[in-house]
């Protein structure tokens, strides 16, 4: 009896001390392509730093998501015809959960792709969506969609829209993956012009036809997601105030709009950090250890 409960005492120590994480952040992350940005916190601004470390970048969470990394920081400067014979892309690569990752800046060959091959593009879903998300669901079909597309297009909407702040990439127990995204508490002003001039296109057909503008606009830029050999387009309408605001042009990055998935469960991983006993859980554990060896001794003695 001596021996097999020093042996669980010492199991349970070993397992104290031995447990692997079962949440973690990116790891081993890499940019590839030199189109980027680099953005470190102070706490209340953002700010244009190179230099800066990215693992320190992204080891934050929704709760404080510090700096971020701009991929395909050059989208915004391109004209259309320039964004319409643009390939290059801009992708963030890592470790998570014991599985590779990838997240991408998009081309126009994105917004036009079909993942799903249900006929509509992302640009279209995406539409649609920024619809349904703003309470403007009843008005959407295929001539409000796919004018509101065309229009958007031509006001170079897309550009604005393909290159995604990264702040974190984390997961929990359950394997689900979380990426921040830093954007705009509103970004009305991407989306105002559009919004006009769809009201007077199809208003030549319908008369009476509004849109009504809303007083705010919340939307993400996109990521594109590779995993375990699926790729994805994550975005979210949904923004939490991020309490930063970039040093730079005093608006961009006051919002985290927080995408995710559901990946594997994590794995352990040797190289994951690993929690060590409190010195007083190994005394107690010595403590208890000591009362029943001496219990068992005293019943021996009694036999």
Same mark, same amino acid.
């Given at each position: 009896?001596?021996?097999?409960?020093?042996?669980?005492?010492?199991?349970?120590?070993?397992?104290?001390?031995?447990?692997?994480?079962?949440?973690?952040?990116?790891?081993?992350?890499?940019?590839?392509?030199?189109?980027?940005?680099?953005?470190?916190?102070?706490?209340?601004?953002?700010?244009?730093?190179?230099?800066?470390?990215?693992?320190?970048?992204?080891?934050?969470?929704?709760?404080?998501?510090?700096?971020?990394?701009?991929?395909?920081?050059?989208? /915004?400067?391109?004209?259309?015809?320039?964004?319409?014979?643009?390939?290059?892309?801009?992708?963030?690569?890592?470790?998570?959960?014991?599985?590779?990752?990838?997240?991408?800046?998009?081309?126009?060959?994105?917004?036009?792709?079909?993942?799903?091959?249900?006929?509509?593009?992302?640009?279209?879903?995406?539409?649609?969506?920024?619809?349904?998300?703003?309470?403007?669901? %009843?008005? #959407?079909? $295929?001539? #409000? #969609?796919?004018?509101?597309?065309?229009?958007?297009?031509?006001?170079?909407?897309?550009?604005?829209?393909?290159?995604?702040?990264?702040?974190?990439?984390?997961?929990?127990?359950?394997?689900?993956?979380?990426?921040?995204?830093?954007?705009?508490?509103?970004?009305?002003?991407?989306?105002?012009?559009?919004?006009?001039?769809? /009201?007077?296109?199809?208003?030549?057909?319908?008369?009476?036809?509004?849109?009504?503008?809303?007083?705010?606009?919340?939307?993400? /830029?996109?990521?594109?997601?590779?995993?375990?050999?699926?790729?994805?387009?994550?975005?979210?309408?949904?923004?939490?105030?991020?309490?930063?605001?970039?040093? /730079?042009?005093?608006?961009?990055?006051?919002?985290?709009?927080?995408?995710?998935?559901?990946?594997?469960?994590?794995?352990?991983?040797? %190289?994951?950090?690993?929690?060590?006993?409190?010195?007083?859980?190994?005394?107690?554990?010595?403590?208890?250890?000591?009362?029943?060896?001496?219990?068992?001794?005293?019943?021996?003695? $009694?036999?």
């Amino acid at each position: 009896m001596k021996f097999w409960l020093g042996a669980s005492i010492i199991a349970g120590m070993s397992a104290i001390a031995t447990t692997p994480a079962v949440a973690g952040s990116l790891t081993g992350a890499t940019l590839t392509g030199s189109d980027y940005y680099k953005y470190a916190s102070d706490g209340t601004n953002t700010y244009l730093d190179q230099n800066a470390i990215l693992s320190t970048i992204l080891q934050r969470d929704a709760s404080d998501p510090g700096g971020n990394v701009e991929l395909f920081a050059s989208s /915004e400067t391109l004209s259309n015809s320039d964004f319409a014979t643009y390939t290059d892309v801009t992708s963030l690569t890592g470790d998570i959960g014991g599985k590779d990752i990838t997240l991408s800046s998009l081309t126009l060959a994105d917004w036009n792709s079909d993942l799903d091959r249900d006929g509509i593009t992302l640009a279209q879903q995406w539409i649609t969506d920024a619809f349904t998300a703003h309470g403007l669901g %009843s008005y #959407v079909n $295929n001539v #409000v #969609v796919n004018t509101f597309d065309n229009l958007f297009r031509a006001n170079g909407g897309l550009q604005r829209f393909s290159d995604p702040n990264i702040s974190y990439v984390n997961q929990n127990a359950t394997g689900h993956i979380s990426i921040g995204l830093a954007g705009h508490l509103d970004a009305r002003d991407a989306f105002e012009d559009t919004f006009n001039q769809l /009201e007077q296109k199809i208003a030549l057909l319908l008369p009476d036809f509004q849109v009504p503008l809303p007083p705010s606009i919340r939307a993400s /830029e996109i990521v594109k997601v590779e995993y375990n050999g699926k790729t994805e387009y994550l975005y979210g309408f949904v923004p939490t105030p991020s309490g930063l605001v970039n040093l /730079e042009d005093g608006t961009s990055h006051n919002a985290t709009y927080q995408v995710g998935f559901l990946g594997a469960p994590p794995g352990p991983s040797s %190289s994951e950090p690993q929690d060590v006993p409190e010195s007083s859980t190994v005394l107690g554990l010595i403590a208890v250890a000591g009362l029943f060896t001496a219990g068992g001794k005293l019943r021996k003695a $009694n036999c």
